[in-house]
Protein backbone atom coordinates (compact mmCIF):
# COMPACT_ATOMS: atom_id res chain seq x y z
CA UNK A 1 0.00 0.00 0.00
CA UNK A 2 1.02 3.47 -0.54
CA UNK A 3 1.93 5.65 1.84
CA UNK A 4 3.88 9.46 2.44
CA UNK A 5 5.55 10.63 5.19
CA UNK A 6 6.46 14.18 6.13
CA UNK A 7 8.80 13.71 9.17
CA UNK A 8 9.09 17.11 11.14
CA UNK A 9 6.16 18.22 12.27
CA UNK A 10 7.29 21.50 12.71
CA UNK A 11 10.34 23.97 10.73
CA UNK A 12 11.38 27.36 12.08
CA UNK A 13 13.67 29.00 9.32
CA UNK A 14 14.55 32.68 9.39
CA UNK A 15 13.57 34.93 6.44
CA UNK A 16 16.02 35.13 3.57
CA UNK A 17 17.18 31.92 4.31
CA UNK A 18 16.56 29.02 2.77
CA UNK A 19 14.40 26.73 3.32
CA UNK A 20 13.21 22.59 3.36
CA UNK A 21 10.00 20.90 3.55
CA UNK A 22 11.01 17.08 3.83
CA UNK A 23 8.42 14.17 2.43
CA UNK A 24 9.20 10.23 1.50
CA UNK A 25 6.95 8.28 0.24
CA UNK A 26 6.32 4.82 -0.70
CA UNK A 27 5.07 3.35 -3.53
CA UNK A 28 4.55 -0.13 -5.47
CA UNK A 29 4.94 1.40 -8.93
CA UNK A 30 5.82 4.82 -9.78
CA UNK A 31 4.69 7.75 -8.07
CA UNK A 32 2.70 10.97 -8.63
CA UNK A 33 3.47 13.29 -6.12
CA UNK A 34 1.78 16.69 -4.76
CA UNK A 35 2.31 19.85 -2.47
CA UNK A 36 -0.42 21.66 -0.83
CA UNK A 37 -0.29 24.24 1.23
CA UNK A 38 -3.05 25.77 4.35
CA UNK A 39 -3.02 28.90 5.39
CA UNK A 40 -5.32 29.45 8.59
CA UNK A 41 -8.63 29.17 7.96
CA UNK A 42 -8.18 28.28 4.38
CA UNK A 43 -8.64 25.45 1.93
CA UNK A 44 -5.68 23.84 0.16
CA UNK A 45 -3.73 25.77 -2.22
CA UNK A 46 -1.73 23.33 -4.88
CA UNK A 47 1.88 24.15 -5.24
CA UNK A 48 3.43 22.06 -7.23
CA UNK A 49 3.27 18.05 -8.77
CA UNK A 50 5.50 15.41 -10.33
CA UNK A 51 3.95 13.20 -13.08
CA UNK A 52 6.90 12.50 -14.88
CA UNK A 53 10.06 13.88 -16.76
CA UNK A 54 12.33 17.01 -15.02
CA UNK A 55 13.46 15.78 -11.56
CA UNK A 56 12.88 19.60 -10.60
CA UNK A 57 9.80 20.86 -10.58
CA UNK A 58 8.86 24.43 -10.43
CA UNK A 59 5.68 25.96 -8.66
CA UNK A 60 4.24 28.41 -7.41
CA UNK A 61 4.79 31.42 -5.05
CA UNK A 62 8.52 30.41 -5.95
CA UNK A 63 8.61 27.36 -4.61
CA UNK A 64 10.21 23.68 -6.03
CA UNK A 65 10.83 20.38 -5.15
CA UNK A 66 12.75 17.76 -6.40
CA UNK A 67 12.14 14.01 -6.94
CA UNK A 68 14.69 11.60 -6.41
CA UNK A 69 13.64 8.28 -7.15
CA UNK A 70 16.45 6.24 -4.89
CA UNK A 71 15.96 8.14 -2.07
CA UNK A 72 11.72 7.69 -2.43
CA UNK A 73 11.64 12.05 -1.64
CA UNK A 74 9.84 14.41 -2.68
CA UNK A 75 11.15 17.69 -0.48
CA UNK A 76 9.57 21.17 -0.97
CA UNK A 77 11.97 24.42 -1.18
CA UNK A 78 12.58 27.20 -1.60
CA UNK A 79 15.67 29.92 -1.99
CA UNK A 80 15.18 32.64 0.46
CA UNK A 81 11.86 32.53 3.01
CA UNK A 82 9.60 35.12 3.09
CA UNK A 83 6.85 35.68 6.30
CA UNK A 84 4.45 35.10 4.45
CA UNK A 85 5.33 31.10 3.63
CA UNK A 86 4.50 30.36 6.87
CA UNK A 87 1.80 27.85 6.86
CA UNK A 88 1.07 24.35 6.99
CA UNK A 89 2.31 22.54 3.62
CA UNK A 90 0.63 18.73 2.85
CA UNK A 91 2.92 16.07 0.75
CA UNK A 92 0.50 13.99 -1.15
CA UNK A 93 1.08 10.77 -3.53
CA UNK A 94 -1.12 9.11 -5.88
CA UNK A 95 0.37 4.91 -7.11
CA UNK A 96 0.47 4.68 -10.89
CA UNK A 97 0.34 1.07 -10.84
CA UNK A 98 -2.32 1.04 -8.09
CA UNK A 99 -4.86 3.24 -9.90
CA UNK A 100 -7.44 1.81 -7.50
CA UNK A 101 -5.39 3.68 -4.40
CA UNK A 102 -6.87 7.16 -3.54
CA UNK A 103 -4.35 9.98 -3.07
CA UNK A 104 -3.08 9.64 0.31
CA UNK A 105 -1.68 12.94 2.15
CA UNK A 106 0.82 13.55 4.93
CA UNK A 107 0.15 14.98 8.77
CA UNK A 108 1.82 18.12 7.44
CA UNK A 109 4.51 20.25 8.34
CA UNK A 110 4.01 23.79 10.09
CA UNK A 111 6.33 26.24 8.63
CA UNK A 112 7.27 29.22 10.96
CA UNK A 113 9.24 31.70 8.83
CA UNK A 114 10.69 34.05 11.68
CA UNK A 115 11.60 37.82 10.67
CA UNK B 1 -9.50 31.96 -4.21
CA UNK B 2 -9.82 28.42 -5.95
CA UNK B 3 -13.25 29.22 -7.45
CA UNK B 4 -14.62 26.19 -5.18
CA UNK B 5 -17.50 27.13 -2.89
CA UNK B 6 -18.58 25.68 0.23
CA UNK B 7 -21.58 26.17 2.73
CA UNK B 8 -22.10 26.66 5.46
CA UNK B 9 -18.73 27.87 6.86
CA UNK B 10 -19.60 27.03 10.44
CA UNK B 11 -21.82 24.67 11.88
CA UNK B 12 -22.54 23.48 15.62
CA UNK B 13 -25.59 20.93 16.21
CA UNK B 14 -25.82 18.35 19.08
CA UNK B 15 -24.83 14.36 18.69
CA UNK B 16 -27.17 12.59 16.62
CA UNK B 17 -28.18 15.09 14.35
CA UNK B 18 -27.75 15.40 10.82
CA UNK B 19 -26.61 18.09 8.81
CA UNK B 20 -25.79 18.65 5.31
CA UNK B 21 -22.80 20.21 3.48
CA UNK B 22 -22.85 21.65 0.32
CA UNK B 23 -20.29 22.11 -2.76
CA UNK B 24 -20.17 24.03 -5.66
CA UNK B 25 -17.39 23.39 -7.59
CA UNK B 26 -14.88 25.45 -9.86
CA UNK B 27 -16.92 26.45 -13.15
CA UNK B 28 -16.08 23.79 -15.60
CA UNK B 29 -14.80 20.85 -13.27
CA UNK B 30 -16.79 17.58 -13.53
CA UNK B 31 -15.76 16.33 -10.51
CA UNK B 32 -16.41 16.62 -6.39
CA UNK B 33 -13.92 15.16 -3.77
CA UNK B 34 -14.49 15.27 -0.03
CA UNK B 35 -11.92 15.25 2.60
CA UNK B 36 -12.19 15.36 6.18
CA UNK B 37 -9.16 17.04 8.56
CA UNK B 38 -8.91 16.31 11.81
CA UNK B 39 -5.83 16.99 14.62
CA UNK B 40 -5.80 13.15 14.78
CA UNK B 41 -6.35 11.84 11.86
CA UNK B 42 -4.91 14.25 9.46
CA UNK B 43 -6.61 14.85 6.07
CA UNK B 44 -8.86 11.90 5.24
CA UNK B 45 -10.68 11.43 2.05
CA UNK B 46 -14.10 10.38 1.56
CA UNK B 47 -15.44 10.02 -1.57
CA UNK B 48 -15.67 11.52 -4.87
CA UNK B 49 -17.91 12.03 -8.03
CA UNK B 50 -17.55 12.40 -11.51
CA UNK B 51 -20.39 13.65 -13.48
CA UNK B 52 -22.78 12.86 -10.73
CA UNK B 53 -21.74 9.23 -10.57
CA UNK B 54 -19.71 7.99 -7.26
CA UNK B 55 -16.15 7.14 -8.60
CA UNK B 56 -14.03 6.41 -5.74
CA UNK B 57 -14.45 5.93 -2.07
CA UNK B 58 -12.48 6.35 1.08
CA UNK B 59 -12.97 6.44 5.08
CA UNK B 60 -16.07 7.08 4.39
CA UNK B 61 -18.49 6.38 7.52
CA UNK B 62 -21.84 4.60 6.94
CA UNK B 63 -23.70 7.33 9.00
CA UNK B 64 -22.24 10.08 5.37
CA UNK B 65 -23.44 9.77 2.20
CA UNK B 66 -22.94 11.93 -0.58
CA UNK B 67 -24.22 12.62 -3.83
CA UNK B 68 -23.37 15.30 -6.95
CA UNK B 69 -26.32 16.53 -8.90
CA UNK B 70 -26.62 17.15 -12.62
CA UNK B 71 -25.60 21.14 -11.97
CA UNK B 72 -22.67 19.39 -10.60
CA UNK B 73 -22.95 20.71 -6.93
CA UNK B 74 -22.40 18.28 -4.19
CA UNK B 75 -23.95 17.58 -0.82
CA UNK B 76 -22.04 15.21 1.94
CA UNK B 77 -24.82 14.10 4.65
CA UNK B 78 -23.61 13.76 7.67
CA UNK B 79 -26.10 11.60 10.17
CA UNK B 80 -26.01 10.51 13.63
CA UNK B 81 -23.52 12.60 14.95
CA UNK B 82 -21.03 11.76 17.19
CA UNK B 83 -18.52 13.95 19.10
CA UNK B 84 -15.61 13.01 16.84
CA UNK B 85 -17.40 13.62 13.77
CA UNK B 86 -16.08 17.20 14.99
CA UNK B 87 -14.19 18.22 12.32
CA UNK B 88 -12.98 20.83 9.19
CA UNK B 89 -14.49 19.29 6.17
CA UNK B 90 -13.17 20.15 2.77
CA UNK B 91 -14.72 19.83 -0.95
CA UNK B 92 -12.43 19.92 -4.15
CA UNK B 93 -12.58 19.87 -7.59
CA UNK B 94 -11.04 18.58 -10.52
CA UNK B 95 -11.27 18.99 -14.37
CA UNK B 96 -12.13 15.18 -15.54
CA UNK B 97 -11.42 13.35 -12.13
CA UNK B 98 -8.39 11.88 -13.90
CA UNK B 99 -5.23 10.43 -11.93
CA UNK B 100 -3.09 13.10 -12.31
CA UNK B 101 -5.96 15.64 -12.06
CA UNK B 102 -4.90 18.77 -9.84
CA UNK B 103 -7.47 19.45 -7.60
CA UNK B 104 -8.40 22.97 -6.16
CA UNK B 105 -10.19 22.95 -2.58
CA UNK B 106 -12.79 24.90 -1.27
CA UNK B 107 -12.29 27.03 2.30
CA UNK B 108 -14.17 24.15 3.98
CA UNK B 109 -16.96 23.86 6.78
CA UNK B 110 -15.77 23.38 10.35
CA UNK B 111 -18.17 21.04 11.87
CA UNK B 112 -19.03 21.27 16.40
CA UNK B 113 -20.63 18.38 17.72
CA UNK B 114 -21.64 19.14 21.06
Known amino acids: AQSVAQPEDQVNVAEGNPLTVKCTYS??????LFWYVQYPNRGLQFLLK??????LVKGSYGFEAEFNKSQTSFHLKKPSALVSDSALYFCAVRDLLNRDDKIIFGKGTRLHILP | DSGVTQTPKHLITATGQRVTLRCSPR?????VYWYQQSLDQGLQFLIQ???????AKGNILERFSAQQFPDLHSELNLSSLELGDSALYFC?????????????FGPGTRLTVL
Open chain 2, 49 to 55: YYNGEER
Open chain 2, 27 to 31: SGDLS
Open chain 1, 27 to 32: VSGNPY
Open chain 1, 50 to 55: YITGDN
Open chain 2, 92 to 104: ASSLNGGYTDTQY
